[in-house]
């Protein structure tokens, strides 16, 4: 399993759980220094910039799931060569390499990026595009839209459904938490959807999309 962003607050959880439960974990991360937090996750490091020549990272994976993002204190700019721009690359990369799953931490508003926030809109835009990528890929997809993320610790319970028809949040453990059970499963292949916090069972609650 490749993850992009394995740095990252969600990315960090994901390489933890996946490793845990017996996933062999490749961590995608953007400086030398990350590589012991990696490791010490239970996944195997390989420094490379979504900006630049990621495809070789994806080779011998049967899965992507991308968490990476230029953040909250970046510009217009990253978000199209990172939150776009990265995604799509490892979508190439994926299908040259045999990689079928995708698995994208997409966000809630991506769907109807014109109604969000003024600040919001490039961000919003660059992931509806890099979702639209995806769905046009031909891999086997599951697109995730959580909302405000947390550092609050993981429930073990969300809310999740193609439109949950309001805003809120959700810890970012509880978004790993998800991305790791959706990831093995085949009734979520080709679906999108939202995720907040609720009081579902995270299996219980990817079963039923
Ligand atoms: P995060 O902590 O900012 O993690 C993003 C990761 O992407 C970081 O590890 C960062 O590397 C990496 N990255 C940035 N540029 C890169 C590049 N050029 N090459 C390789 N890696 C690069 O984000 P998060 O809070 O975990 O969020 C995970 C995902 O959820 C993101 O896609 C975000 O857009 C999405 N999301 C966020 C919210 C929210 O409320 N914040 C809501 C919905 C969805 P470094 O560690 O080196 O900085």
Sequence with gaps: MLVAGANGQVGQHVVRLLAQAGHEVRGLIRSEDQAPTIRDLGGEPIVADLEAEVSHTVAGCDAVIFSAGGGPGSGAEKKETIDR??????????????????LMVSSMGAADPGSGPEKMQPYLHAKAQADQSLKDSGLAYTIVRPGSLTDDPGTGTVEAAPSIGKRGEIPREDVAQTLVATLTAENTHGKTFELLTGDIPIKEAVASL
């Design 85 to 102: 721009q990265g995604a799509v690359k490892l979508i190439e990369a994926a299908r040259e390499h045999g990689a079928n799953r995708y």
